[in-house]
């Protein structure tokens, strides 16, 4: 019983604590939720608007400019448009990525907390994760703004904050080493950028239901081979290029032929700048070398793939000469030798020779040298095109996710930017169509979704005039008649086309679209910007100036029928894989560059279309990769091609706020008394309730199915300003509601505590109470049966008193028990008994007398019985005949009463009274006497001496006289001799003796007053008894014989016998 209490109190207490640290997390929760979203609308001054939709004058493009300009300032790099975010590039390390900041931003809402790549990357997957569909985020801006260090820090976000297992943690490691190993192949150092993403990439992170991330897969789009054989100034090859020759092992270089220099390769040296401060090739090296082992390369695909890069490096430096009939040859290049085990005479041919097939015959026709080295780089861009594609599978096949139940994706598509350059080329055109396509894709899904949205809360849409790209990517793309088409069908058609026919035909076909110009089909003013190479595209994102030389090259791709089969003859196991015999030969001509990279664009589009998308706009602040500059211009410049502001104002062409009635409610209900603090109905009703009390005119809100959407951005910073002031009152009046709860609750335990106190209290006093009771009531009733049985006691045993006399009996007999009497003599000391025992009693009594009799019986010594048997003797004569014989009963008899005057007497009479056969030696009594003489009452002493015979009186052994017993008579009669006086100490004894030794019972008398006796035969004298103080016996004056005797002797009281 007593655990009870003692474990309630423990889980009390556990319980106390564990709701107090509940309590503590909500709050620092409820804080921490609370000072961001002040954050985000209080600090709308100082550090501008966190999201551009509450920016009151949103059509304008300076305020837009004014507000990222004053975040940039401020570090703040990152501003919502809704849910798009804008990213400016710092160019400087912030102290925004750290694992602090991903825990802070985990399972956060996405306004609760200041703009971040985190909380996008979050919202993202807590929608996947809460939806169970597919993502995708969609990250653009011009070369440098940002996008891939954009991707990489949401692929970091997530490898820190999904579920972590052993094989989870090995996909996440592929995942986030696949970066570095794609980088070094396919970024480059350009003007615009160091670590320029020379290809497009699109990463799925495929999640199991449990969020773990379980694999990935990579679709790369159109890398920039072109880079592999030239270089504009300042710029440089790709990475790995560099990376293989200055941070290579000796062993590796000399097995690859390498020398550790740069400048000895043609390809690595034509932009004048293999080395460049920000990049450190040899560290690089090693981290792709890791990264490699991790993504699990083999050994010989290690030795292969870099077998390939040193193959190209070779390559680029194989110089033609010019034979005498101005053909290609070959001569003493050693290049040759390290040119992937093709056997060089293959390779020779294949390099200086054309296949050309002609019916059934098959005929080499020589290169001239310019041939030749077109043949040469076509053939070094195949290798290492198809080997980054080779790289890109192979990566695939290590984040491939083996178990089949469904999963869920998120996408991240970091893909080239609008690109405009001096010059630009086949590349950008590329490029710029697929921005294009994006950004049609993005109207698409924005307008979708915000109409969706519309639809869905029952608000009345209203359309945004928008511009809509479609004319451009018509323009481009449409069959027969786009720009794709006609360069295709210039590539494809025999005769002599070129560049400058397919400019023709475009002029001719597509002339008055007014996207497109040319220096032929230009105005005046115009045509003084175009050169009549060029063609001039209005895309949405502005004009760029195309030079179309190198376009149908570039679109052909062309590698000669016989570059393909030399590289089949190689013993690269990797180029034999890229380089297949089943591969479809010339006959078919394959597709052209821009038509597959087409191709790839609308695959890619409909992957997209299938997925939720989330859009990371980044922003170039400057050319010259700078910290701290940002350059109005520019960043104005991609404002607009990045289609910030037509976002914008799509997302405020009805309402530039909206929130979920439950969170606007959470926020604002302190401003209104009726929804303070708890408001009872729906939220919506709520929310209604709240901004009637705070004025909204009905032009300024809407209410949807489940937001309220607030028009313009002054209604809601009205009421955020109003919750400020509000804030302070609330915060007193919360914490003195809380003090009053605890207080009460402190109370109410006390109380509580009291009341029990008391409970426990009066329980015990009742319970006391009723045990008194209890007895009281027990006690009148044995009173009761006490008296009744006392009044009925002698009434013969009945219900009534049986009890009583049980009692009484009992009592009786305990107290008989105690009190028994300690011996014979005590026996009238027998306890009283009650009536109802009078006779048990009575006959207990003489029980225990008997016992006792018998015990003392039992108990006594014979010479104890002879003793007694005397005294009985004595009792007999005397009992009740003479006045002091009672004190003399207590009074032990003796044999002799002479002691050592036997001893003295038997030995001086030893011979003396020998003659008395030996009269003494067996007397048996003796007892000094005093004799009184006849004559004139002389006392004498004696000693008087029983024998069986005879008396003798014998003085100093001495027999002087001797007294037959039968002499004694006991009569007056006189003796011939006289009487003979004697007074005796022990009379009683003596007598007694006297009487049994001399069997003279009957001759004792007891004479009172006094005795006559003779003192001779006729002569007589009296003896006179009286009492008296002291004890005396004299001749008193008449002659008598006087003896006093005093109460004190009386056991010597004189004899009164003769
Ligand atoms: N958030 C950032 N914090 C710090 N530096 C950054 C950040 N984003 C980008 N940078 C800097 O800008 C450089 C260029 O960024 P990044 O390579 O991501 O650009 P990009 O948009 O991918 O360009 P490209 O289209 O050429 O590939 C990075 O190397 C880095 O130095
Ligand atoms: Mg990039």
């Known amino acids: 019983m007593r655990t009870g209490p003692t474990i309630t109190s423990y889980l009390c207490d556990l319980l106390k604590r564990a709701i107090h640290c509940i309590i503590k ?70 102290d925004i990525y750290s694992k602090k900041q991903m825990d802070t931003y985990m399972g956060v809402n996405f306004f609760e907390l200041p703009p971040h790549i985190y909380a996008l990357a979050d919202n993202v997957f807590r929608s996947m994760q809460s939806e169970f569909n597919n993502h995708f985020i969609l990250i653009s801006g011009e070369s440098g703004a940002g996008k891939t260090e954009a991707s990489k820090k949401i692929l970091q976000f997530y490898a820190v904050s999904c579920p972590s297992t052993k094989l989870l943690n090995n996909v996440r490691d592929r995942l986030l080493l696949s970066n570095p190993v794609l980088e070094a192949f396919g970024n480059a150092k350009t003007l615009k950028n160091d670590n320029s993403s020379r290809f497009g990439k699109y990463m799925d992170i495929q999640f199991d239901h449990q969020g773990g991330a379980v694999g990935g897969h990579i679709l790369s789009y159109l890398l920039e081979k072109s880079r592999v054989v030239h270089q504009n100034h300042g710029e440089r090859n790709f990475h790995i290029f560099y990376q293989l020759v200055e941070g290579g092992e000796e062993d590796l270089l000399r097995w690859l032929g390498l020398e550790r220099n740069c400048q000895r390769y043609r390809y690595l040296v034509q932009g004048d700048c293999a080395k460049v401060r ?42 033609f000469e010019a034979d005498v009939r101005g053909y290609a040859s070959l001569n003493n290049n050693q290049e040759m030798h390290w040119l992937l085990g093709i056997p060089t005479q293959v390779l020779q041919q294949g390099l200086t020779h054309r296949k050309i097939e002609a019916k059934t015959e098959e005929v080499f026709s020589p290169f001239s040298v310019d041939h030749a080295v077109y043949a040469r780089d076509a053939l070094a861009k195949a290798i290492y095109g198809r080997t980054f594609n080779w790289l890109v599978n192979k990566i695939n096949e290590s984040l491939v996710n083996k178990d089949s139940s469904r999963k869920t994706v998120i996408g991240l598509l970091d893909i080239y930017g609008f690109e405009v350059f001096n010059v630009n080329s086949f590349e950008q055109f590329c490029i710029n169509y697929c921005n294009e396509k994006l950004q049609q894709l993005f109207i698409q899904l924005t307008l979708k979704s915000e109409q969706e949205e519309y639809e869905m809360e029952g608000i009345e849409w209203e359309p945004v005039p928008f511009f809509n790209n479609k004319i451009i990517c018509d ?5 027969h008649r786009g720009i794709i088409s006609l360069l295709d069908e210039e590539c494809l058609r025999p005769g002599e086309a070129t560049d400058l026919t397919f400019l023709e035909k475009m002029e001719e076909k597509i002339s008055g679209h007014p996207h497109f110009v040319t220096h032929k089909l230009a105005d005046q003013k115009t045509r003084k910007t175009l050169e009549r190479g060029d063609f001039r595209l209005l895309h949405y994102a502005g004009e760029v100036t195309y030079c179309v030389v190198g376009f149908l090259d570039k679109n052909n791709d062309l590698l000669y029928r016989n570059g393909k089969e030399v590289m089949r003859q190689s013993k690269n ?32 589009t409909e992957i997209l279309m299938s997925k939720e998308p989330w859009y990371v706009r980044c922003i170039k602040p400057n050319e010259a990769k700078q910290p701290g500059r940002f350059d109005d211009v520019l960043v104005r410049h991609q404002m607009k091609y990045l289609g910030l502001m037509e976002h914008l104002r799509v997302r405020r062409a009805g309402f530039a706020y909206r929130r979920k009635y439950e969170i606007f409610l959470q926020r604002y209900k302190p401003l209104c008394p009726e929804t303070w603090p708890n408001w009872k109905g729906t939220a919506a009703e709520g929310v209604q309730c709240l901004i009637k009390h705070l004025g909204y005119k009905p032009n300024e809100y809407k209410m949807g199915r489940t937001k309220i959407f607030i028009r313009h951005p002054s209604t809601l910073f009205a009421t955020e300003d109003a919750f400020q002031v509000c804030k302070h009152k609330l915060a007193t009046s919360i914490q003195a509601k809380y003090k009053g709860y605890r207080a009460k609750g402190d109370y109410l335990k006390q109380r509580e505590a009291a009341t029990k106190i008391e409970t426990c209290w009066r329980g015990l006093l009742a319970r006391k109470e009723r045990e008194k009771r209890a007895w009281a009531a027990i006690c009148v009733l044995i009173c009761y049966r006490f008296i009744k049985g006392f009044m009925t006691r002698n009434q013969p045993v009945c219900v009534d008193n049986s009890e009583y006399l049980a009692y009484v009996r009992q009592n009786y007999l305990t107290r008989l028990r105690d009190n028994l009497p300690k011996t014979v003599m005590e026996k009238d000391s027998w306890l009283t008994p009650p009536p109802i025992m009078q006779e048990a009693s009575q006959l207990l009594k003489k029980l225990y ?29 005397f009992k009740g005949k003479k006045e002091n014989y009672p004190f003399s009963v207590c009074r032990p008899f003796m044999d002799t009463r002479i002691g050592k005057t036997a001893e003295l007497l038997s030995l001086r009479t030893g011979d003396a009274l020998g003659s008395f056969h030996h009269p003494l030696q067996c007397f048996s009594y003796s007892v000094p006497v005093v004799k009184y003489d006849r004559n004139g009452f002389r006392p004498r002493l004696r000693q008087l001496i029983f024998t069986q015979e005879a008396a003798y009186l014998v003085e100093d052994a001495k027999i002087k006289q001797r007294i037959d017993y039968i002499s004694l008579k006991g009569n007056e009669e006189s003796n011939t001799h006289g009487d003979l006086v004697l007074q005796c100490d022990y009379l009683f004894e003596a007598l007694t003796k006297l009487s049994l030794i001399g069997n003279q019972q009957n001759s004792i008398k007891v004479v009172q007053g006094s005795v006559r006796f003779d003192i001779q035969p006729g002569r007589e004298g009296f003896v006179d008894f009286k009492s008296g103080q002291e004890s005396m016996v004299y001749r008193a004056k008449n002659g008598h014989l006087m003896v006093v005797s005093s109460s004190k002797h009386h056991d010597k009281t004189m004899p009164n016998y003769y």
Not at 33 to 53: C, H, K, P, W, Y
Request: glycine fraction near 4%; hydrophobic fraction near 40%.
């Open 25 to 94: 997390v909500i709050k620092e929760r409820c804080n921490q939720i609370l000072r961001n979203m002040e954050a985000s609308l209080t600090a709308r001054d100082r550090v501008g608007i966190q999201d551009f939709v509450l920016l009151d004058t949103y059509t304008s493009e300076s305020a837009f400019l004014d507000n990222l300009r004053k975040r940039f300032h401020e570090n703040l790099i990152y501003t919502y448009i809704g849910t798009l975010l804008v990213s400016v590039n710092p160019y400087k390390e912030l």
């Open 278 to 319: 920000s990049i450190n090739d040899k560290s690089d090296w090693n981290t792709v070398q890791k990264a490699l082992s991790v993504i699990e390369f083999g050994e010989s695909d290690i030795e292969h793939l870099f077998g390939i890069i040193a193959s190209v490096l070779h390559l680029g430096n194989i110089k």
């Open 475 to 479: 323009l481009v793309e449409e069959k």
């Open 573 to 604: 196991a990797i180029i034999k894989h890229c380089f297949p015999s089943t591969e479809p030969d010339s006959k078919r001509r394959p597709e052209t560059v821009v038509t597959q990279f087409k191709s790839s664009l609308v695959s890619l």
């Open 849 to 877: 007398i008997r016992h006792m009799v018998r015990k003392y019986v039992q108990g006594i010594t014979p010479q104890r019985k002879a003793q007694l048997l005397l005294k009985a003797q004595t009792s007999s004569m």
